[in-house]
């Protein structure tokens, strides 16, 4: 669930999600789930003029698998609560595992 | 005739058909050998060896030739009727079906006493169209009539078995009445095709003798019809107001049952409805499987609008249903295409709420006015203002409530339960127990709702209702609902939790036992009882002494156990019960929040290993300043301070003071000779401690006496190298800390004299120490490296300089001044200014200014 967190915070943010087969979309993150599937607003590929049958794309819904990369805007992450809440996740982890 | 396909002709009337000679042996028959034995010449004159006359008993004359007649009739046709493929075997049977049947009744009545119970299924037995047997028959396939649905006949039948059952004429004891007849042929009309004489078996006509006990039996059944009767017209008048509430729910524009393009049907059924319904509580017909809720909220809604004068059983628009034709109506089933009186009704259904204010929502409470009339007018003018107002309140609220079933049944009791569950789910979501999985995202929020907080804390209290929302004004009492349910949710939950798993199962009988697993309580190979991890002594944590403290992976694993007890310090501080107020003592739950507290602090403490012993050997590095030398560890130094108190603080600035030399930045922090600048490792490593450790302690230091500064000072000279430090940048800070606090407090005149003077003399020694060494502390290169940090140590060296040592200071310095003055020259206008800037620091502090420098050259 820690992914899942993490991204929600990122909603209405930029990314840039880079895909297995290499494609790289730019937009705004407008939801997650729980599968880590993303919905993504004012999509632009960034190197559009090897896929340019998707400038006509405004918004994609991109399952969680097929998901290589994320970008993630830098300022929006917070590496220290970051940290804390991967020692809970772990914590929980270990707890589970007793 | 021959019976058996004999030849029944007797051997004297064979020789008539037969020209067989009478001597001659037949083909058949042997010869007999002794026949001229018998001796009896007489005898042998005759031809026959036997005469018939001699071996006939005579029985033949005995037959009664003349009832021969009936033998057709028993067995079937003689010559005639030849037995064909098409024998009608089920025609037959039915012709004696009724005499079966009763042999039947008889039988299974004998054994059981003559109760009221046999007497119902005998009555339900012989009634065709009882329920059950109406169920019975539904699913054979009946040709319906052109316009009706054949899965409604079933509907029809009950009803009307209902009404014959109370309607006297339909008990059998009368025989066939006429009236009965006429009933059977209404049957006859509305179902054409009734070709199923099995199902008409108990018909009365068909019955002539009677027991003893099916007279009693016929008796008890009519004292109960009567009684049935009597009860029926109660229940009824509800009927009608739950078909007309049927209609409101929520389906105003859609016909009872789906018929839109037969409004004539329509109007037929609504009075069936009626008469179903009491059915309906047993066994639900059809239709109102279709809507099931609806019909149990109708009498909800009458129950609900108060109506005082009301009777209990809830006698409402009675005048509105003609009793008579509706009785009438049960008994005989209107024929096809007969507007039946309760027709409006049926029309009323379509038009929606206009007949739902028709009917129900104004009659109503008139009805129950009606016998309040003459009560008004012998009241006060007090109590008929008062009874005028509740009344007016109370039909307010009923028009209310009925403009809001007009949304009713919109959604069924299954979407119901679906989206509370949802609710709850989000409620239990928002628990503790999952404050740990999305702890990012919530602390997050938290965070940045606190960083600004006009707009996001909305968002995160709508996310999270209940939380730490906003709890005021109009959403208070949605709150206080939403925190019941929360509770009573979270009661659910550690109830669901408390009790005890079944992970196995044994069977009696059986020789071991059964246990389960599922994905997340996986069958466990191996049960091992881990130690409990609370304890005062944590397992995973060395004992003192086996601290190596140098290798870097205990270094780590005692970071993250600090780690550890941070965050449950952090969860320990979110569960705060409040602040208490002033003057009250705290409850019981606040006073073992804050021994929970206590111990978790005093872990915290115990995990940063301050305490343990300084070692005399040298180069032994303290466990604290080997934790230290990592930069999660000095990260975590800020938040261990908000939770330490001043004591523990002064053991930690203490503690670093005292082995300062040993810390890794000021270890590494000296510029190595023969090279420019710090590796990027040791700058970042120095960033950080500036960054994280110093500022706390600085905290503390800007509160500090001038005796514990002067102490540390001492310490400082005595114990550390302090030419060493006085070449980092670390060192620097830390000396620049002291010394400035200490004029602060001088200038400021809170301190005596004594201690000022202490303080003076400890001065004096750093001062002797660095005397001839303050070109040193510069980086070399200082013209590239930022060296603002040492400007700033002689500045506040400069202030409690005495005159002598500023003259040494500035002759020591003032190359390097003029040095920086000229760089500033050649680098860009920014750098240049900065430089500048930073050496006017020194320059200020002796009373000087860079811009007399400046206009000096």
């Known amino acids: 669930m820690l992914f899942f967190s993490f991204f929600k915070t990122l909603v209405d943010h930029e990314v840039t999600i880079e895909l297995k087969n290499d494609l790289s979309i730019r937009g705004t993150l407008k939801s997650v789930d729980q599968f880590l599937n993303i919905k993504l607003d004012e999509i632009q590929v960034v190197d559009e003029v090897k896929y340019p049958h998707l400038s006509a794309v405004k918004n994609v819904f991109i399952r969680g698998s097929v998901v290589r990369y994320v970008h993630l805007p830098a300022v929006a992450v917070d590496t220290a609560l970051l940290e804390d809440a991967t020692r809970r996740e772990a914590a929980a982890q270990a707890n589970k595992a007793k | ?50 005469d018939f006359e001699d071996t006939y008993d005579g029985l033949g004359d005995k037959l009664d030739e003349g009832d021969d007649e009936f033998n057709d009739e028993t067995f079937g046709g003689g010559n005639a009727a030849a037995p064909g493929k098409d024998f009608d075997f ?25 109760t009221q119970a046999a007497h119902l299924s005998y009555q339900q037995d012989r009634q065709p169209n009882a329920p059950s047997y109406a169920a019975a028959t539904k699913p054979k396939p009946q040709p319906a009539p052109k316009h009706q649905i054949p899965t409604e006949i079933p509907e029809l039948k009950p009803e009307m078995s209902l009404w014959a059952t109370t309607s006297p004429e339909a008990t059998p004891a009368k025989g066939l009445s006429a009236h009965a007849a006429a009933h ?128 209990p059983g809830g006698q409402l628009p009675f005048p509105q249903i003609p009793t008579g034709p509706q009785f009438q109506n049960n008994n005989i089933p209107f024929p096809l295409g007969v507007m039946p009186p309760q027709g409006p009704q049926g029309l ?69 339960n679906f989206i509370t569950r949802i609710q709850l789910q989000q409620l239990v979501s928002v628990n503790e127990d999952s404050f740990n999985e999305d702890f990012y ?19 995160f209290a709508q996310t999270y209702l209940g939380q730490q929302g906003a709890r005021g004004g109009r959403t208070r009492r949605q709150d206080n609902h939403l925190l019941r349910m929360q509770q009573q949710v979270q009661r659910a939950v550690a109830a669901a939790k408390a009790r005890p798993k079944v992970s196995q199962l044994v069977l009696e009988g059986s020789l071991g036992k059964i246990s389960f697993s599922n994905v997340k309580t996986p069958k466990p190979l191996l049960s091992i009882k881990k130690q409990d991890s609370t304890g005062v002594v944590e397992p995973g944590q060395k004992p003192t002494h086996a601290f190596a403290g140098i290798d870097r992976r205990s270094i780590l694993a005692a970071a993250e156990d600090i780690y550890r007890c941070l965050l449950d310090l952090d969860s320990h501080e979110r569960k705060h019960p409040g602040p ?43 466990p604290f300043i080997a934790i230290l030398s990592v930069k999660k560890a000095k990260e975590a ?60 302690l600085l905290g503390y230091v800007g509160d500090a006496q001038i005796d514990v500064i002067t102490g540390l000072l001492g310490i400082l000279l005595d114990r550390v190298n302090v030419l060493l430090l006085s070449q980092t940048q670390i060192g620097l800070a830390f000396l620049t800390m002291l010394t400035s606090r200490a004029e602060i407090i001088k200038q400021a005149g809170h301190a005596d004299e004594q201690a000022v003077l202490k303080w003076t003399q400890t001065y004096d020694r750093l001062f002797e120490v660095l005397e001839d060494h303050l070109l040193d502390i ?55 200014q900065h430089k500048l800037v930073n050496t006017n620091l020194f320059l200020r502090a002796l009373g000087l200014d860079i811009d007399l420098l400046l206009s000096n050259q």
């Open chain 2, 778 to 832: 510069f980086p070399p290169h200082g013209a590239q490296v930022d060296d603002m940090y040492v400007w700033q140590f002689l500045a506040s060296m400069a202030v409690g300089a005495n005159m002598s040592q500023q003259q040494k200071m500035v002759s020591a310095v003032k190359d390097r001044v003029n040095e920086n003055v000229q760089a500033s020259k050649t680098l860009p206008q920014e750098m240049g």
């Open chain 2, 441 to 459: 995202y919530q602390v997050y929020m938290a965070i940045r709702a606190r960083n600004n907080p006009q707009q996001p804390l909305s968002q």
């Open chain 2, 1 to 50: 005739m021959s019976f058996f396909g004999f030849d029944a002709t007797l051997p004297r009337d064979r020789a008539a058909h037969v020209p067989h000679p009478k001597q001659a042996p037949g083909f058949s028959q042997q010869r007999d050998a002794f026949a001229g034995l018998s001796g009896n010449p007489n005898e042998l004159d005759n031809d026959d060896g036997y």
């Open chain 2, 637 to 696: 130094i800020p938040r261990v301070f908000r939770y330490i108190d001043v004591q523990q603080r002064i053991t930690i600035l203490t503690m670093i003071t005292l082995s300062l030399d040993q810390v890794d930045v000021i270890k590494e922090g000296r510029y190595p000779p023969d090279t420019l600048s710090l590796s990027n490792e040791t700058k970042k490593k120095i960033e950080g401690f500036s960054q994280y450790v110093l500022p706390p």
């Open chain 2, 184 to 311: 059977f042929m209404h049957v006859e009309n509305q179902e054409p095709p009734p070709a199923q004489p099995n199902f008409t078996q108990p018909a009365p006509a068909a019955r002539k003798y009677m027991s003893l006990e099916e007279v009693e039996a016929e008796i008890l059944a009519k004292k109960q019809a009567k009684r049935a009767a009597a009860q029926q017209p109660q229940p009824q008048p509800q009927l009608p107001l739950a078909t007309q509430l049927n209609q409101q729910d929520g389906w105003p524009g859609r016909p009872v049952q789906g018929f839109p393009q037969h409004p004539q049907m329509q109007m037929q059924q609504t009075p069936l409805q009626q008469i179903e319904l009491p059915f309906a509580r047993g066994m639900p017909p059809p239709q109102q499987n279709q809507r099931p809720p609806q019909n149990e909220r109708a009498p909800d809604h009458l129950q609900r609008g108060p109506i005082p004068q009301q009777g």
């Open chain 2, 580 to 622: 208490s107020l002033t003057g009250q003592q705290p409850d019981a739950n606040t006073i073992q929040w804050f021994e929970v507290r206590d111990a978790l602090v005093a872990k915290l403490w115990r995990s940063m290993r301050i305490m343990e012993p300084i070692k005399e050997e040298p180069n032994a590095l303290h």
């Open chain 2, 90 to 114: 089920f025609g037959s049977t039915a012709k004696v079906a009724n005499a079966i049947n009763e042999e039947q009744l008889l039988y299974a009545r004998n054994p059981k006493k003559p």
């Open chain 2, 348 to 416: 009323q259904g379509p038009q929606g709420i206009q007949g739902l204010q028709g009917p129900q929502g104004l009659q109503q409470p008139f009805v129950g006015m009606q016998p309040v009339q003459p009560q008004i007018m012998q009241m006060t003018e007090e109590e008929r203002v008062k009874f005028l107002e509740e009344e007016s309140k109370r039909l307010k609220r009923n028009h209310k409530i009925l403009q809001l079933s007009r949304y009713n049944g919109l959604m069924t009791p299954s979407d119901k």
